[in-house]
């Protein structure tokens, strides 16, 4: 599948046009260059990721919710000092929000049914952020580079995303010229001795797609959330490849719990060897953060090998932090090197 590749021009069109046209975001104009700013809500981990991918929006976030997702906060290593500012509680209301007197309140999509009528009876300003796909991405980072002047930037890093889909499309492109099977993946997130799939529309689903599989689950959560499944639907999916996500641990171990666990002895997976955890550093790079691309290019190694042999896993980590938030290789070998764990080699 083809992706456009967006000009600035095109991607701030598009990202005026979701603006204007759809639901997601608020209806009140956006200040430009706001001084302060207040991210929060649910997920607001994704939220932080891309506006700190932009330099001259930093400064102005003065509050924000809690981004640990049980690894680390990472955004101290790219500011240091984040961890003093105020901080919300992820459901707080819009009383809440307007304590910190914001210019601008960024958050989720997913929070505009319940944040949004409060916001805006106060006079509050809002961004409602999807970040749930590539197209989602190409499209908010442009939003994000208009609101503070930063159009260049936004052109920058959408340019780094479609890179990346183009290339784990030639990874899959050329294995399919060789004739090789498409490879049926099991994607789930492991905790408390259960296992839960994505739903189709998330982009735990997406990225295996774009990297050339099949994700075999695909179907079988019709709902907006995680779903759970048990040993005798595992088994009946019977992948070629299995991979594990913690948000919480190193998803190497719960990787390896699942290959000792002898419920799943007769998988395909577990007697090839081809059960992974889910590469991570302070975030697993399943979910829809700034790290989606690296995911994409982790999972696409590791279908098809030998269509990627050349592709290093750390060289790309490199770049990605660099590009993003201007880690360079001695911040990268002190902050995020240490944190790399799940199979990410």
């Known amino acids: 599948m083809k992706y456009y590749k967006a000009t600035p021009v095109a991607a701030l069109i598009a990202a005026l046009c979701i603006y204007f046209a759809l639901p997601v975001y608020a209806q009140a104009p956006l200040p430009i260059r706001p001084a302060r700013v207040v991210l929060g809500g649910r997920a607001v981990a994704m939220v932080a990721d891309a506006l700190y991918a932009f330099p001259a929006a930093r400064k102005a976030v003065v509050a924000i919710a809690g981004t640990d997702q049980g690894l680390g906060a990472f955004l101290e290593a790219v500011d240091p000092g984040f961890l003093s500012k105020p901080t919300l509680d992820r459901s707080a209301g819009a009383e809440a929000y307007a304590a910190m007197k914001p210019d601008l309140v960024i958050v989720k999509s997913t929070m505009k049914a319940s944040l ?48 990346i889909v183009s290339r784990t499309e030639a990874a899959a492109a ?54 759970t499944v048990g040993p005798e639907q595992i088994l009946a999916w019977n992948p070629d490849l299995v991979v594990l996500i913690s948000y919480k641990e ?41 790290r989606w691309g690296l995911g ?20 790309e980590a490199r770049r990605f932090f660099k590009l993003f938030y201007e880690l360079d290789d001695a911040r990268f070998d002190a902050v995020i090197k240490p944190r790399l764990s799940g199979d990410w080699r």
């Not at 509050?124 to 159009?151: C, H, Q």
């Not at 998803?251 to 419920?263: L, Q, T, W």
């Not at 975030?283 to 953060?289: L, T, V």
């Open 250 to 290: 190193d998803s190497k171990a719960v990787a390896d719990a699942f290959k000792a666990d002898k419920r799943f002895a007769s998988m395909t997976a577990l007697r090839t060897s081809a059960v992974l955890g889910y590469a991570q550093d302070f975030y697993s790079w399943d979910q829809p953060d700034t």
């Open 116 to 163: 949004g009528p409060g916001l805006d009876a106060l006079g509050i300003a809002a961004l409602y952020l999807n970040l749930e796909s590539p197209e989602d991405y190409y499209s908010e980072l442009a939003m994000l580079g208009s609101v503070f002047k930063s159009e260049a930037r936004a052109a920058e890093l959408s340019r780094y995303y479609q890179d």
């Open 174 to 227: 050329a294995a399919k010229r060789a004739a090789l099977p498409v490879p049926r993946v099991l994607v789930m997130q492991a905790g408390a001795g259960s296992y839960q799939v994505p739903p189709d529309s998330w982009i735990q689903t997406r990225l295996v797609e774009l990297a050339g599989g099949k994700a075999v689950w695909k179907g079988a959560n019709p709902g907006n959330g995680w779903a």
């Open 296 to 315: 994409l290019l982790w999972l696409s190694k590791s279908l098809y090998p030998a269509q990627s042999a050349s592709l290093s896993i750390e060289a």
